[in-house]
């Protein structure tokens, strides 16, 4: 019968991940089946401003969460984060200094890798665990993104942190409406299996006429009718289950900045708890894009948060850790949001940035926040150098993917996990 | 090491190429050997032609770092002279100009495959169906709500144009209102059509086909497309005029107004004779070319919407020469109503909205003598079955003074009543506000608009006509009758841009016909092949594969060449008449090649050219984001609550001079040294320039308010070609967009814009700083008493930046006399040397640029072959580049003559397999 097995598959799965880690014990002994481990990575852009978020010394190893200016706003959440210091990533010349940060912050490429131009790019780790948990959910991964500006000023590498491969990025939905639509609306049951036959066949035909590296360029195309066709039957499985959307279809962008995040962070938190994914993305905004943005109820006017990191003088140092501050608000947001719904203890919600302190493009001593998921709770703060790389293996693991090594990781954070 | 190296080069090259070892050998091996290999580069592999690619981009690297003096280090003292320099340079561009020994000949380049960017995508389908709307909205297109302005037909730019913007966001009108397709992002220092920076997943392909399927339903799709309801088998629809519908003023129909006569009455308070004497008058003025009646004659029942605001419904008169432009503030119907009696003919105007029957429409004369207006109006307000009431007509005068006629319009054609207004002499009408909110209908339907315009009379015969305002719909797929799969089969050519064997039509056929046996009707069946072919990589996907045969090299195919030629002067798809040449295989040769391009340039749709080449290259679209301080910068903010700025004056600023060379085919040396610019009353303030006849009218005033007359003059969206005296001014660098775009909010930024003048005017785009670098105190207040000048002086002395700044510096400071918005401060030091001659200010820098005009022309070059060819340049195209530049040169460096030697080159005839 198909249900046991697929029961059977998640519990094998769910029991691999218990031998590495302690966390999934508690949930083995239930009697319910584990829910499948849910991730939520959020990236904020242009680091944080160290003097505010790290103030003083701070001690190698666990010490209590500070609650300093600019994790103020977790208070409520604090019993539910562990915010860990001091872990590091490996700048490589020959590129801008902010194109990195963000399209690589999520990446499985060493850094001496750069298979992608100049770019240590690799398929990312939302990525290699969506195929790890995804794929038998609608969406095997999401992939979302508030930055609103229509102008595309700026290279895929700002647009992106999440990717399939090497110089092979995934395509961002900035509008509710349209995430709406993909997880709950009428757009999945997308097209007919008669017309993406046709598409296929039309495929194939051109594959023939083309040239090797082309024919690797078609193969993106190849991939998504496939990856489409699957979504499209899973999304019919899901439909029978869920028939009705669980919120009312979003109008559109939501004029206040922070009415967009919290509805996009909506939108993850509903697809988590109709199964319709597992894994989500969410780039804030992008790095280094030099159009001042409005942040409502924290100043009246538009703020150019690139221009602010390097802009010397306190009035600027103010503004950067209330900019901090507003994305830890929304982040403690998500955390309750996550809890209400009771789905905090099977997802590990990350936000961070690729560099910590912005002005010198520091990709070393990155802050990380993790919420849910079973992490020892408080402040962890790594000294020398210690992978960040090694906190994604981490997850991997989590999630089941037997990895050995992940970019240049040098093992699993034991001590936290 | 180095001997070794230095024999290598003797053994393996000619006696100039060991000079070229001994160049190198002198100033370059101390840092770029095999052991220091400093920025990682190694030179010590020796000087020879027989390397593959991977050597000739360290030589493109060596050449560039060479001729622009950055290499050897400017703080070195020993240095090459000139001689030595252009020997060198001279022996690279010779060794990049030689077959690659890999391919048997020069390297003509490989594009990675690339899709359609959204704005060809939308342009594709768009002239797939010959519509005259966008098929959707999106930020690409810029926010111009009426671009007949644009009319490269005739090769001439008016001495003034109309350029209304819309405001950003407004709706306009498109096919279909909700469709949106993610935007593409641009390749680091390059275009957006390349597919190296392009991704496909299957977020994006179910967009495609999300899209498609919502553009073949589209309930406007067969009303406005002859293409599609041949297509998908239906009635042809009535011929339509297009959403902004030009039409002939036809002469005041004695015939019909006689036998109509007792069926309509006067308004209240009209004078008996009043309308005979109008009709007679209006007659009149129509063969002397100052008059009319709007009622365009079409008998088809066609139905086109006007939108609000943004519409414009010209009217033709004067032998088509002049037209009345008719601008509404509500959705408008131009349409045939069956309940309506009509006066004449059955073109009507009416509120769209059901219930909205209070509107205005303003009016307009557009080619008019100066100040001609309207200054007679009459038109009928319909009876309709069933529905009275009493109906306001407000005529608003240009002294701003008023004229009500108000009248009881009865039930039934007995109820039609005509309104007429007259200004006084000297005066025009402005509008007419038409207010029926007690009428009992939803609808107030006027009809047989005539007006009698201010401008002297003269026999229409004497008058040479206008062309054709826009191109008649191309035919694209098979005749109504033909069997579906037939008309299917034509319909994949034309998507796809190249024959379709059967077998590959086949899928599409079998998806028809499938259709078909399920029980969908043809149409239906129809609509989804087609929304397949949409969505199929054959469509979406540009190719550009050459002849099969396994050859290293191979010239394009016909009709790949024609999809490049379409995309590069269109950004669309090839018309019927390119692809008939492939067919033929006719269109490889240079002769047709350049008549096709020349044919290409005069049609409308090379604005594209315009809209998506120049706006990328010149980074126009960077300037919606551009927010100057409110505080510091009110003149940028007009308004309540500053809500009108002035980027759309400065984007159309910019635009205007770049389609002025393309219209006018000027030289392209116009980009950096015009003497003459575009300026409307927003810019004409900002930089104190006045407009022709402003200043002589505020001073005599000639009975009439001063200040009306300049307010009327500044109205922003007309723009009055200006010739300059200040050489300041003139070209890019002489505009505020490009000031705006390179500044902080609240002070200008000296780096930004000379990595903007490297960027685009050059094509050398300034490395990336490889650490962070800040002003001490650079804030907002430290802006207000700022030297910039002086803080950069001191940076660039650091060693480690000055290699970079010594070239990025000068331009910045050249354009320090501009402010933030781009206006004049005389107060900032603006000198600085340039390629060893010392200058001050914008015009001494924009003298040496001219006086040299090199480095603009081949920047300017590569930025367009780069665009025309989807892909980054490398040192095999230097020859090329060279080659267009030299051609260009001999014919008075004409843009045409640029656009055909890239249509002739040989990187955009071949590929490489």
Same mark, same amino acid.
């Given at each position: 019968?198909?249900?046991?097995?697929?029961?059977?598959?998640?519990?094998?799965?769910?029991?691999?991940?218990?031998?590495?880690?302690?966390?999934?014990?508690?949930?083995?002994?239930?009697?319910?089946?584990?829910?499948?481990?849910?991730?939520?990575?959020?990236?904020?852009?242009?680091?944080?401003?160290?003097?505010?978020?790290?103030?003083?010394?701070?001690?190698?190893?666990?010490?209590?969460?500070?609650?300093?200016?600019?994790?103020?706003?977790?208070?409520?959440?604090?019993?539910?984060?562990?915010?860990?210091?001091?872990?590091?990533?490996? $700048?490589?010349?020959?590129?801008?200094?902010?194109?990195?940060?963000?399209?690589?912050?999520?990446?499985?490429?060493?850094?001496?890798?750069?298979? %992608?131009?100049?770019?240590?790019? =690799?398929?990312?780790?939302?990525?290699?665990?969506?195929?790890?948990?995804?794929?038998?959910?609608?969406?095997?991964?999401?992939?979302?993104?508030?930055?609103?500006?229509?102008?595309?000023?700026?290279?895929?590498?700002?647009?992106?942190?999440?990717?399939?491969?090497?110089?092979?990025?995934?395509?961002?939905?900035?509008?509710?409406?349209?995430?709406?639509?993909?997880?709950?609306?009428?757009?999945?049951?997308?097209?007919?299996?008669?017309?993406?036959?046709?598409?296929?066949?039309?495929?194939?035909?051109?594959?023939?006429?083309?040239?090797?590296?082309?024919?690797?360029?078609?193969?993106?195309?190849?991939?998504?009718?496939?990856?489409?066709?699957?979504?499209?039957?899973?999304?019919?499985?899901?439909?029978?289950?869920?028939?009705?959307?669980?919120?009312?279809?979003?109008?559109?962008?939501?004029?206040?900045?922070?009415?967009?995040?919290?509805?996009?962070?909506?939108?993850?938190?509903?697809?988590?708890? =109709?199964?319709?994914?597992?894994?989500?993305?969410?780039?804030?905004?992008?790095?280094?894009?030099?159009?001042?943005?409005?942040?409502?109820?924290?100043?009246?006017?538009?703020?150019?948060?690139?221009?602010?990191?390097?802009?010397?003088?306190?009035?600027?140092?103010?503004?950067?850790?209330?900019?901090?501050?507003?994305?830890?608000?929304?982040?403690?947001?998500?955390?309750?949001?996550?809890?209400?719904?009771?789905?905090?203890?099977?997802?590990?919600?990350?936000?961070?940035?690729?560099?910590?302190?912005?002005?010198?493009?520091?990709?070393?001593?990155?802050?990380?926040?993790?919420?849910?998921?079973?992490?020892?709770?408080?402040?962890?703060?790594?000294?020398?150098?210690?992978?960040?790389? %090694?906190?994604?293996?981490?997850?991997?693991?989590?999630?089941?993917?037997?990895?050995?090594?992940?970019?240049?990781?040098?093992?699993?954070?034991?001590?936290?996990? | 090491?180095?001997?070794?190296?230095?024999?290598?080069?003797?053994?393996?090259?000619?006696?100039?190429?060991?000079?070229?070892?001994?160049?190198?050998?002198?100033?370059?091996?101390?840092?770029? !050997?095999?052991?220091?290999?400093?920025?990682?580069?190694?030179?010590?592999?020796?000087?020879?032609?027989?390397?593959?690619?991977?050597?000739?981009?360290?030589?493109?690297?060596?050449?560039?770092?060479?001729?622009?003096?950055?290499?050897?280090?400017?703080?070195?003292?020993?240095?090459?002279?000139?001689?030595?320099?252009?020997?060198?340079?001279?022996?690279?561009? &010779?060794?990049?100009?030689?077959?690659?020994?890999?391919?048997?000949?020069?390297?003509?380049?490989?594009?990675?495959?690339?899709?359609?960017?959204?704005?060809?995508?939308?342009?594709?389908?768009?002239?797939?169906?010959?519509?005259?709307?966008?098929? $959707?909205?999106?930020?690409?297109?810029?926010?111009?709500?009426?671009?007949?302005?644009?009319?490269?037909?005739?090769?001439?730019?008016?001495?003034?144009?109309?350029?209304?913007?819309?405001?950003?966001?407004?709706?306009?009108?498109?096919?279909?209102?909700?469709?949106?397709?993610?935007?593409?992002?641009?390749?680091?220092?390059?275009?957006?059509?390349?597919?190296?920076?392009?991704?496909?997943?299957?977020?994006?392909?179910?967009?495609?086909?999300?899209?498609?399927?919502?553009?073949?339903?589209?309930?406007?799709?067969?009303?406005?497309?002859?293409?599609?309801?041949?297509?998908?088998?239906?009635?042809?629809?009535?011929?339509?005029?297009?959403?902004?519908?030009?039409?002939?003023?036809?002469?005041?129909?004695?015939?019909?107004?006689?036998?109509?006569?007792?069926? #309509?009455? *006067?308004?209240?308070?009209?004078?008996?004779?009043?309308?005979?004497?109008?009709? !007679?008058?209006?007659?009149?003025?129509?063969?002397?070319?100052?008059?009319?009646?709007?009622?365009?004659?079409?008998?088809?029942?066609?139905?086109?919407?006007?939108?609000? *605001?943004?519409?414009?419904?010209?009217?033709?008169?004067?032998?088509?020469?002049?037209?009345?432009?008719?601008?509404?503030?509500?959705?408008?119907?131009?349409?045939?109503?069956? +309940?309506?009696?009509?006066?004449?003919?059955?073109?009507?105007?009416?509120?769209?909205?059901?219930?909205? /029957?209070?509107?205005?429409?303003?009016?307009?004369?557009? =080619?008019?003598?100066? &100040?001609?207006?309207?200054?007679?109006?009459?038109?009928?307000?319909?009876?309709?079955?069933?529905?009275?009431?009493?109906?306001?007509? +407000?005529?608003?005068?240009?002294?701003? +003074?008023?004229?009500?006629?108000?009248?009881?319009?009865?039930?039934?054609?007995?109820?039609?009543?005509?309104?007429?207004?007259?200004?006084?002499?000297?005066?025009?009408?402005?509008?007419?506000?038409?207010?029926?909110?007690?009428?009992?209908?939803?609808?107030?339907?006027? %009809?047989?608009?005539?007006?009698?315009?201010?401008?002297?009379?003269?026999?229409?015969?004497?008058?040479?006509?206008?062309?054709?305002?826009?191109?008649?719909?191309?035919?694209?797929?098979?005749?109504?009758?033909?069997?579906?799969?037939?008309?299917?089969?034509?319909?994949?050519?034309?998507?796809?841009?190249?024959?379709?064997?059967?077998?590959?039509?086949?899928?599409?056929?079998?998806?028809?016909?499938?259709?078909?046996?399920?029980?969908?009707?043809?149409?239906?069946?129809?609509?989804?092949?087609?929304?397949?072919?949409?969505?199929?990589?054959?469509?979406?996907?540009?190719?550009?594969?050459?002849?099969?045969?396994?050859?290293?090299?191979?010239?394009?195919?016909?009709?790949?060449?024609?999809?490049?030629?379409?995309?590069?002067?269109?950004?669309?798809?090839?018309?019927?008449?390119?692809?008939?040449?492939?067919?033929?295989?006719?269109?490889?040769?240079?002769?047709?090649?350049?008549?096709?391009?020349?044919?290409?340039? /005069?049609?409308?749709?090379?604005?594209?050219?315009?809209?998506?080449?120049?706006?990328?290259?010149?980074?126009?679209?960077?300037?919606? +984001?551009? /927010?100057?301080?409110?505080?510091?910068?009110?003149?940028?903010?007009?308004?309540?609550?500053?809500?009108?700025?002035?980027?759309?004056?400065?984007?159309?600023?910019?635009?205007?001079?770049?389609?002025?060379?393309?219209?006018?085919?000027?030289?392209?040396?116009?980009?950096?040294?015009?003497?003459?610019?575009?300026?409307?009353?927003?810019?004409?303030?900002?930089?104190?320039?006045?407009?022709?006849?402003?200043?002589?009218?505020?001073?005599?005033?000639?009975?009439?308010?001063?200040?009306?007359?300049?307010?009327?003059?500044?109205?922003?969206?007309? #723009?009055?070609?200006?010739?300059?005296?200040?050489?300041?001014?003139?070209?890019?660098?002489?505009?505020?967009?490009?000031?705006?775009?390179?500044?902080?909010?609240?002070?200008?930024?000296?780096?930004?814009?000379?990595?903007?003048?490297?960027?685009?005017?050059?094509?050398?785009?300034?490395?990336?700083?490889?650490?962070?670098?800040?002003?001490?105190?650079?804030?907002?207040?430290?802006?207000?008493?700022?030297?910039?000048?002086?803080?950069?002086?001191?940076?660039?002395?650091?060693?480690?930046?000055?290699?970079?700044?010594?070239?990025?510096?000068?331009?910045?400071?050249?354009?320090?006399?501009?402010?933030?918005?781009?206006?004049? =401060?005389?107060?900032?030091?603006?000198?600085?040397?340039?390629?060893?001659?010392?200058?001050?200010?914008?015009?001494?820098?924009?003298?040496?640029?001219?006086?040299?005009?090199?480095? $603009?022309?081949?920047?300017?070059?590569?930025?367009?072959?780069?665009?025309?060819?989807?892909?980054?340049?490398?040192?095999? %195209?230097?020859?090329?580049?060279?080659?267009?530049?030299?051609?260009?040169?001999? &014919?008075?460096?004409?843009?045409?003559?640029?656009?055909?030697?890239?249509? /002739?080159?040989?990187?955009?005839?071949?590929?490489?397999?």
């Amino acid at each position: 019968m198909s249900v046991s097995n697929m029961n059977r598959r998640h519990f094998l799965r769910a029991a691999g991940v218990t031998l590495g880690l302690p966390f999934f014990e508690s949930l083995a002994r239930a009697s319910a089946p584990p829910p499948q481990p849910r991730f939520a990575f959020i990236y904020t852009p242009n680091g944080y401003f160290q003097k505010a978020i790290m103030p003083g010394q701070t001690r190698p190893g666990f010490s209590e969460l500070q609650l300093t200016p600019t994790l103020r706003p977790l208070a409520s959440v604090k019993e539910d984060i562990t915010f860990i210091s001091g872990l590091d990533r490996q $700048f490589v010349p020959g590129t801008g200094v902010h194109a990195q940060a963000g399209s690589c912050w999520l990446t499985s490429s060493a850094p001496q890798e750069t298979l %992608d131009g100049g770019f240590p790019t =690799n398929t990312t780790l939302d990525q290699v665990i969506a195929r790890q948990t995804g794929a038998d959910c609608a969406l095997p991964s999401l992939e979302l993104s508030t930055n609103d500006f229509p102008d595309n000023k700026e290279t895929r590498y700002f647009e992106s942190i999440s990717w399939f491969g090497p110089g092979y990025a995934a395509n961002t939905e900035k509008n509710p409406r349209a995430v709406f639509q993909r997880l709950f609306g009428q757009g999945r049951g997308g097209p007919a299996q008669s017309v993406l036959d046709t598409v296929l066949a039309s495929a194939k035909d051109l594959e023939k006429r083309l040239g090797g590296a082309d024919r690797a360029k078609l193969g993106e195309y190849l991939e998504s009718v496939r990856a489409t066709e699957q979504r499209i039957q899973r999304a019919e499985a899901a439909a029978r289950r869920n028939a009705r959307p669980p919120m009312p279809e979003p109008a559109g962008i939501p004029a206040r900045r922070g009415d967009y995040l919290r509805l996009m962070a909506d939108l993850f938190v509903h697809a988590f708890q =109709n199964d319709l994914t597992r894994v989500a993305t969410l780039l804030i905004d992008p790095e280094r894009w030099d159009s001042p943005r409005m942040y409502h109820d924290v100043f009246d006017k538009p703020q150019n948060h690139h221009v602010i990191t390097h802009t010397k003088g306190d009035e600027a140092k103010e503004k950067l850790a209330k900019i901090d501050a507003f994305h830890m608000e929304f982040y403690a947001h998500v955390v309750r949001r996550l809890k209400a719904t009771e789905l905090l203890a099977s997802t590990t919600l990350v936000m961070g940035s690729g560099i910590s302190d912005g002005d010198s493009h520091n990709y070393g001593d990155l802050q990380v926040l993790v919420a849910g998921g079973g992490w020892k709770r408080g402040h962890f703060h790594y000294e020398g150098k210690r992978p960040l790389a %090694d906190l994604w293996l981490t997850m991997a693991r989590q999630a089941g993917v037997r990895l050995e090594r992940f970019a240049d990781s040098t093992g699993i954070l034991a001590e936290i996990a | 090491m180095k001997a070794l190296s230095l024999l290598v080069l003797l053994f393996s090259t000619t006696a100039r190429a060991a000079d070229v070892g001994a160049f190198l050998n002198t100033y370059c091996l101390e840092c770029h !050997d095999t052991e220091v290999k400093k920025g990682g580069l190694d030179l010590s592999m020796g000087v020879t032609e027989a390397k593959g690619p991977l050597d000739r981009d360290v030589w493109r690297l060596v050449f560039e770092k060479v001729e622009s003096h950055q290499m050897p280090p400017p703080k070195q003292k020993d240095q090459p002279d000139a001689a030595q320099r252009a020997e060198l340079l001279a022996w690279i561009m &010779d060794t990049a100009a030689r077959p690659d020994p890999a391919l048997g000949g020069a390297d003509p380049g490989q594009p990675a495959l690339r899709r359609l960017t959204r704005l060809e995508y939308n342009n594709a389908i768009r002239d797939l169906f010959a519509l005259d709307v966008d098929v $959707f909205m999106f930020p690409e297109r810029l926010p111009i709500s009426d671009k007949s302005y644009f009319q490269p037909a005739g090769g001439n730019m008016p001495a003034t144009v109309k350029v209304p913007l819309r405001e950003y966001g407004q709706k306009y009108p498109v096919l279909c209102r909700q469709l949106g397709l993610p935007g593409d992002h641009r390749a680091e220092h390059g275009y957006r059509n390349r597919g190296d920076a392009m991704d496909f997943s299957p977020l994006l392909l179910e967009k495609y086909f999300a899209a498609a399927e919502e553009i073949v339903n589209a309930p406007e799709l067969v009303a406005r497309s002859e293409v599609a309801a041949r297509l998908f088998g239906m009635a042809a629809p009535p011929r339509q005029a297009g959403p902004v519908p030009w039409a002939a003023a036809t002469a005041p129909a004695g015939a019909v107004m006689a036998r109509d006569a007792p069926q #309509w009455r *006067k308004a209240e308070g009209v004078a008996d004779n009043h309308a005979q004497r109008f009709f !007679d008058d209006l007659r009149e003025a129509f063969t002397g070319g100052v008059g009319g009646v709007f009622d365009a004659g079409d008998d088809s029942g066609a139905v086109n919407k006007v939108p609000g *605001k943004g519409g414009v419904v010209r009217v033709a008169y004067a032998g088509g020469t002049k037209a009345l432009t008719i601008n509404p503030n509500v959705d408008l119907w131009l349409a045939g109503f069956s +309940t309506v009696t009509p006066a004449s003919r059955p073109r009507i105007f009416t509120n769209q909205i059901k219930g909205e /029957k209070a509107y205005e429409l303003t009016f307009g004369i557009e =080619n008019g003598e100066e &100040d001609e207006g309207v200054m007679r109006l009459g038109v009928f307000v319909l009876g309709r079955k069933g529905q009275s009431g009493p109906v306001t007509l +407000t005529a608003k005068f240009t002294d701003d +003074t008023e004229s009500s006629v108000n009248s009881m319009i009865e039930e039934g054609a007995a109820g039609t009543t005509f309104f007429s207004f007259a200004a006084v002499p000297g005066e025009n009408v402005k509008s007419l506000r038409v207010d029926g909110s007690q009428f009992s209908g939803d609808y107030v339907v006027l %009809d047989d608009l005539g007006f009698i315009t201010s401008g002297q009379p003269k026999p229409v015969a004497t008058l040479k006509p206008a062309p054709a305002p826009t191109p008649g719909p191309e035919v694209a797929s098979g005749r109504v009758g033909e069997p579906a799969a037939k008309r299917l089969a034509a319909f994949l050519e034309r998507a796809f841009r190249r024959p379709v064997p059967e077998a590959e039509a086949a899928p599409f056929i079998a998806l028809y016909e499938g259709g078909r046996v399920r029980g969908k009707t043809e149409a239906e069946a129809m609509k989804a092949a087609v929304a397949a072919a949409l969505a199929a990589p054959a469509f979406l996907y540009v190719e550009a594969n050459g002849k099969p045969g396994g050859a290293k090299i191979s010239p394009l195919e016909d009709h790949e060449l024609a999809t490049r030629l379409s995309s590069l002067l269109w950004a669309s798809i090839p018309d019927e008449e390119l692809l008939l040449l492939a067919k033929d295989n006719k269109l490889h040769d240079h002769e047709v090649l350049e008549a096709q391009v020349r044919r290409m340039l /005069k049609d409308p749709r090379s604005r594209e050219l315009g809209e998506s080449f120049a706006v990328q290259w010149l980074r126009l679209d960077q300037l919606s +984001t551009a /927010k100057p301080d409110p505080d510091l910068f009110k003149a940028f903010y007009a308004g309540p609550q500053g809500k009108s700025t002035l980027h759309g004056s400065m984007l159309i600023e910019a635009l205007l001079l770049f389609e002025t060379v393309l219209v006018e085919d000027r030289s392209i040396l116009d980009f950096i040294a015009a003497d003459y610019t575009w300026l409307n009353g927003g810019l004409a303030g900002l930089y104190g320039i006045p407009l022709k006849g402003e200043a002589s009218e505020v001073v005599a005033g000639v009975g009439s308010n001063p200040t009306r007359e300049v307010k009327k003059k500044s109205e922003s969206g007309l #723009w009055q070609r200006v010739r300059l005296t200040d050489p300041n001014r003139g070209g890019f660098t002489g505009m505020a967009a490009p000031m705006v775009i390179t500044s902080l909010p609240f002070r200008t930024s000296p780096v930004k814009r000379g990595a903007w003048i490297l960027e685009t005017l050059f094509n050398r785009p300034p490395t990336e700083p490889k650490v962070a670098f800040a002003f001490e105190d650079d804030s907002k207040d430290a802006a207000l008493g700022m030297s910039i000048r002086e803080r950069f002086e001191a940076h660039r002395n650091k060693a480690a930046c000055y290699s970079c700044h010594i070239r990025l510096d000068p331009p910045g400071f050249a354009l320090e006399r501009f402010d933030p918005l781009g206006r004049w =401060n005389e107060n900032a030091d603006a000198s600085g040397e340039w390629a060893g001659q010392p200058f001050d200010g914008p015009a001494g820098f924009k003298a040496l640029l001219a006086a040299n005009p090199h480095e $603009f022309t081949r920047g300017f070059i590569e930025h367009l072959l780069s665009y025309a060819l989807g892909r980054e340049l490398r040192i095999y %195209d230097m020859p090329v580049v060279e080659k267009i530049r030299r051609a260009a040169q001999a &014919d008075g460096w004409k843009f045409s003559r640029v656009l055909v030697e890239i249509a /002739k080159s040989y990187p955009f005839t071949h590929v490489r397999q």
